[in-house]
């Protein structure tokens, strides 16, 4: 809600230590320089050797019985919403990590740069791209 509310420019809402908290989380827990074999239903969108950030990552011994289907995934539009959001809070170097990661991943050699797949071929939800790009541009 937060990074909604700071894209449409109605300002934070969250309070910033408990997000940038949030955020460290997800760095740490759910960014993978190797995304390692996974079960994913044959949806390649990060090679075991290629860097991504994940949906969402489970304690050991905590996974629920029925995890929700993609947590092992990655998808850009979803890690472009999690780019802006660092970009919004002033953390452009870790922003950038994450942008350049997917760029890297989409380079046109492995995949098509202009088709971010996700649910399907152009799927709009890569489209977060510009509010990763907008949230850069309003850092002074």
Same mark, same amino acid.
């Given at each position: 809600g937060? +990074? $909604?509310a700071r894209h449409v420019g109605l300002g934070a809402v969250a309070d910033e230590k408990n997000a940038n908290k949030a955020l460290d989380t997800i760095l740490a827990k759910n960014a993978s320089a190797n995304?390692?074999? $996974? +079960?994913?239903?044959g949806?390649? +969108?990060?090679?075991?050797?290629?860097?991504?950030?994940k949906m969402a990552w489970y304690p050991a011994g905590r996974m629920p019985k029925k995890p929700f289907p993609y947590y092992g995934e990655n998808m850009t539009g979803f890690e472009y919403v999690g780019a802006a959001n660092l970009a919004q809070r002033g953390r452009? @170097?870790?922003a950038e990590k994450v942008v350049r990661d997917i760029r890297n991943r989409y380079d046109g050699r492995k995949r098509?740069?202009?088709?971010?797949?996700?649910?399907?071929?152009? +799927? @709009?939800? $890569?489209? *977060?791209?510009?509010? *990763?790009?907008? $949230?850069?541009? @309003?850092?002074?």
């Open positions: 937060d +990074y $909604a995304v390692g074999p $996974a +079960y994913n239903c949806r390649d +969108y990060a090679f075991p050797e290629e860097p991504a950030l452009l @170097a870790e098509n740069p202009f088709d971010e797949a996700e649910c399907g071929h152009h +799927y @709009a939800r $890569a489209l *977060a791209a510009w509010s *990763a790009l907008k $949230a850069w541009e @309003a850092q002074p």
